[in-house]
C-alpha cells in the first residue's frame, strides 16, 4: 500500500449502538474453528490436557445430565455453574474457551470481561439483564476486576444469569479468589469476590507462551528510513499516526469500540513510540492491543520497542499481568510480515 494512501486511525470515530455491540460478542476470527480436537497439548505441562478433559466434561456433561433418548445412564451434573481457566500468557485459554462456545448449543455469547461491562453500561443494567437471561452460555475472556464498580455489577450479574440457568465460562491470569489485588482496596470486597470465585471450578493451566516458541522475545521496531517500504509492503488498509496522537485518541473512544477502530484494517502504524509515564494511557493502549490481536492486525512501530512501553514502576504494579500480557501480543503482532 502506497505510504500516501495510509489511513489515520485518528479520523475514526466508531459509533456502535447496543445492538451491534452484541452482535460482537463471538468468538475473534482466530478461533472461529477453534475446538478440543485442535487445542494440543504440550506433554511437558499436563495441567493443558488435564483441561481439555475438564472442559469436555463441563459441556458434555451438562448435556447428558438434561437427558435424552439415547442417554445410557444417568450422568453426575457439574456442582457448579461455571467453569474457570486460570493461567499464564499464552496457554491457549482462549482457544479452550471458544472451543467450549463452539460445543455448546443453544443462545450462546462470547466476549471479553470489558466487552460485558461495557454493554451493561449501555444497556443499562436490568435490560442487560433481560437480554443475557436463560442464554445457555456466557463465555466470559480475560475476566479482571480493575475496580470496585465491576465487582459489584459483575457479582450481581452473573448471580441473576446463574439463577436463570445459564452457566459461565471464564478465563483470567488470576486465580478467582485474588482478583482485584494491588488495584483498589479489595479486602473492602471479599464478601463479592469470594461469591464470584464460589460459583467456578477453578481449572489451572501451566505452560509456555505458544507466541514466544517461535519468534524472538522482542518486539519488532523499523527505522525511520525503512516506515515507507514496510507500509507499502502490506495488502490492505493501513493507518499511519503518531504514537501519542493515538494515545489522545483512545482517550476520546470507548474501549468497548475499539473492535470497531480497528475494523477492516491490515495494519497500524505507529511513530516516535515512548515509553508511557501514564496509567490511564498504559490501560487504554492495552485495550487497543486485545483487539488489534483478535483481530490479527499487523503492528509497524518506530521509536521504543513496544514491549518497552510499559516502565518498571507499571510492571511492578497491580497491572503487571495484564501489561505482560500485551507485550506478549505486542511481540507477536510487530512479528508478522
Partial sequence: MPLSTALSLCDRRPGMGPDELIGHLVPPPQFATASLESYVPDPEHPSQQEAVDAVREFVDGASAAKGGLFRRKPATPPTRPGIYLDGGFGVGKTHLLASLWHRTRGRKYFGTFIEYTAIVGALGYREAVQHFRGAQLIAIDEFELDDPGDTMVMSRLLGELVASGSRIAATSNTPPHALGEGRFAAQDFLREIHALADRFLTVRIDGVDYRKRDIEG???????????????????????????????????????????????????????????????????????????????VRIIATGVPLDRVFGDEMLAGGYRKKYLRAVSRMIALTSMS
Avoid: C, K, M
Wanted: hydrophobic share 45%; proline share 1%; no cysteine.
Fill in 218 to 296: 522482542t518486539a519488532v521496531t523499523v527505522d525511520d528510513a525503512d516506515l515507507a517500504r514496510t507500509i507499502e509492503g502490506v495488502a490492505g488498509s493501513v493507518t499511519l499516526d503518531a504514537f501519542d496522537d493515538v494515545l489522545r485518541h483512545l482517550a476520546t473512544v470507548h474501549p468497548s469500540r475499539y473492535v470497531g477502530l480497528i475494523e477492516g484494517l491490515s495494519a497500524v502504524a505507529v511513530t516516535g513510540v515512548r515509553t508511557l509515564d501514564n496509567q490511564t494511557d498504559a490501560l487504554r493502549l492495552v485495550a487497543l492491543v486485545d483487539r488489534l490481536y483478535d483481530a490479527q
